[in-house]
């Protein structure tokens, strides 16, 4: 499949990655606020390393994490995208949708629009049946860029993370879904 190079939105360029953005990726990355819901901060080779990862998935796939940047400013802000399950799970194989956004970017409804425009990647262009997107269960933050989205919590799904050590504070995970009728449905209002 020939990669999905760029997306636009009303604010937003979601676009390849460009080696200049490392130096800003990395240092959200290491930030310990941006990254409270994940394992740990990454170090720049870490982080360098998942953009090589990232481009990986789009030259696999067609279509992964991209790059956002702020139309009014030119300014790299973050992340947002699309990529395959990466682990066995019971609603895998499937394609979640993700973010991650620099802090001085939060707040601002950037999360929320880069993901509607995946959303809409994903059923319009890619033709997928469904997107999940799951996030440890203390992550209201994430959870509400999901529901704003038109995402529904699955109850049972809900599942223990396997990429982290049992008893793991962030191993707890919940799940949530939408399928090509519901984001259809959103669209119609």
Known sequence: MTPILELESARLLLR??????LAEFAAMCADPQVMRYFPAPLTRLE??????????????????????ERKDTGAFIGMTGL???????????????????ARRHWG???????????????????GLEQVVSF???HNLASQKVMQAIGMQQDLAGSFEHPKLEPGHPLRPHVLYRIDRAQWQATLRG
Do not use: K, M
């Open 135 to 137: 996030t440890t269960e």
């Open 47 to 68: 982080s360098a390393a998942l953009i090589g990862r990232i481009r990986g998935h789009f030259n696999e796939y067609g279509y992964g994490l991209w790059a956002l």
């Open 108 to 126: 601002l409804g950037f999360a929320s629009e880069a993901a509607w425009t995946s959303l809409r990647c994903a059923f319009a262009q890619l």
């Open 16 to 21: 390849q990655w460009q080696d200049e953005d």
């Open 83 to 101: 990529l395959n399950v990466s682990f066995a799970a019971d609603f895998a194989p499937a394609v979640e949708i993700g973010w991650r956004l």
